[in-house]
């Protein structure tokens, strides 16, 4: 059996793998370079990746990044969220309490021509009213999370329940001063707009519910 196409198979095959150099002596190997290498079509193979011997649809990861503990909770709970709450609501109080500094800053001198001590008026009221309003909400935020974090140890549950709860609670709490009519107006506010949060978090689910009852 004549085995010299074979072992002349061979030894192109090693003189690709190897470079294409001179292999052994009397050996008259083509030399290939990488351009006409990369132009060799590919027929009936799926694109891989230049670098990688693998299918780049296979590095494609469809779970989660990150391994959660047993038992804990794909989401924060209100401790962790308590400390994002309280600062939003100091910002934004800042914030509404200096564009309402900066309106009655003008409307308190307008009468008064540009000038410094105008300037420095309409900053201190622009200063007051942003702390006035920063510690006011920062104020009913603490109370909220901090009912918020009771209620849930209390219960053991998470829900919108305690949402209600703590925002009447915490209405009821601020406006303790001004009597059993101003606290109750207070829970009755903190009721109302906790409630009105709760519909908004929940309004695709009611309305799945809703269009299955009209089925």
């Known amino acids: 059996m ?6 002349g198979g061979l030894r192109a095959g090693f003189g690709l793998f190897s470079g294409g150099g001179g292999g052994g002596a009397g050996s008259s190997l083509p030399d290939y370079s990488q351009p ?8 009936g193979m799926s694109p891989l990746s230049p670098y ?7 590095l494609i990861q469809d779970t989660e990044e990150f ?3 047993t038992g804990a909770n ?6 962790e969220l308590a400390f994002f709450t309280i600062g939003g609501c100091c910002m934004t109080g800042a914030a509404i309490g200096a564009v309402n500094g900066l309106r009655l800053g ?8 540009w000038s410094k001590p105008r300037n420095v008026q309409i900053l201190n009221m622009v200063t007051r009213q942003g702390a006035l309003w920063a510690n006011t909400l ?13 209620i849930e140890k209390v219960r053991g549950a998470e829900d919108d329940l305690n949402t209600v709860a703590a925002g009447s609670l ?4 601020y406006k303790s001063t001004a009597g059993l009519r101003g606290a109750a107006r207070g829970g009755f506010a903190g009721f109302v707009l906790t409630g009105l949060y709760a519909v908004y978090n929940n309004w695709d689910h009611l309305k799945g519910v809703s269009v299955w009852h009209s089925l």
């Open 36 to 43: 006409d290498l990369s132009r060799v079509p590919l027929t």
């Open 170 to 173: 915490t209405g009821l709490l």
């Open 138 to 150: 920062g104020s009913l935020a603490l109370l909220y999370s901090t009912f918020g974090v009771v």
């Open 52 to 58: 990688l011997n693998l299918d780049p649809r296979y």
């Open 106 to 113: 003008l409307k308190e001198t307008r009468d008064m021509a």
């Open 2 to 7: 004549d085995n010299s196409g074979t072992g």
């Open 74 to 79: 794909k989401t924060r709970g209100r401790f």
């Open 67 to 69: 391994i959660l503990p």
